[in-house]
């Protein structure tokens, strides 16, 4: 049975639906982590901890940013019959107003990361073999003028509402290389360039989601002011200030997924046609 409903959980969400069937998927890019599926706001969804260990049915913090296989977290939720992921992200502020422990969900992306894979295109598939899609071109360019599903993120919006939660409409997420945190220069920079937060993981997963036609968005979780606009960063606060966060975060969440349509109106899942 097909679960068209995904959450890909970021630091700190390593563990959603209380009672779920346990599956490791083989993709051709390799093993995804244990994914967990299950009934979540009555919604049957597919759940999978981004940064839990390929292959292993124990779900823990264990693989760094960089290391991440996001082409099998992606291809293996798409294999499952995901139509819509939505991703939750811990991330530093560069902005005053957007306070730890708010939420933003983020419209755009900068890249500044350096040594991942990017794409599911890389001159050895096409779509159709990939996708069934009537398209056998081995180069494709896909459009990222609004990278994130509209119809989820207003969905998201609506629920942060709905909670009552501390929220922001949009947001522009610069995606560093990690495993280290930025330097104040660097963060003056991403500043200046126009990046609201800053955070590890969100590229290449959101460009990989659109590669597969699939609706993607992501509510990251403000945890801490950028380096330099606080004394220091550390991975100790981001984890307590998003545990914080998680009971209003899982509330969202539950809403959310509830009110994900049967057919979208919106386009990215003809991204790749
Ligand atoms: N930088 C990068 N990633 C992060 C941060 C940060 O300050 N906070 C949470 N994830």
Not at 155 to 165: H, M, N, R, S, W
């Amino acid at each position: 049975m097909k679960v068209r409903v995904a959450i890909i959980g970021g630091s700190g969400l390593y563990k959603l639906l209380e009672k779920a069937e346990h599956v490791i998927l083989d993709t051709p890019f390799g093993k995804t982590p244990r994914i967990d599926i299950g009934y979540f706001g009555g919604v049957r969804v597919a759940f999978l901890a981004r940064h839990a260990m390929p292959g292993s049915m124990k779900v823990a913090h264990e693989v760094p940013p960089h290391r991440i296989n996001f082409r099998a977290n992606i291809y293996g939720l798409k294999k499952l019959g995901a139509e819509a992921i939505i991703a939750t992200s811990a991330c530093g502020s560069l902005r005053r107003e957007l306070e730890p422990g708010d939420f933003v969900i983020i419209d755009q992306f900068i890249d500044m990361t350096k040594s991942r894979t990017y794409t599911f295109y890389d001159g050895t598939t096409t779509p159709k073999e990939l996708l069934g899609v009537d398209k056998e071109d081995l180069v494709v360019h896909i459009d990222v003028t609004e990278p994130y599903c509209p119809t989820l993120r207003r969905i998201l919006i609506e629920a942060c509402k709905k909670v009552g939660v501390k929220y922001h409409e949009r947001g522009c997420y610069v995606c560093t290389e990690g495993p280290r945190f930025e330097t104040p220069a660097e963060i003056r920079f991403f500043s200046a360039i126009g990046a609201d937060v800053v955070g590890m993981t969100n590229v290449p997963e959101v460009i990989l989601a659109r590669e597969l036609n699939i609706h993607y968005a992501t509510i990251a979780v403000v945890t801490n002011y950028a380096a330099g606009l606080q004394r220091k960063v550390t991975q100790e606060e981001v984890i307590e200030i998003f545990n914080r966060s998680m009971k209003k975060l899982v509330k969202v969440l539950e809403e959310a997924v509830r009110n994900i349509p049967g057919k979208f109106t919106c386009e990215c899942d003809k991204a790749v046609h």
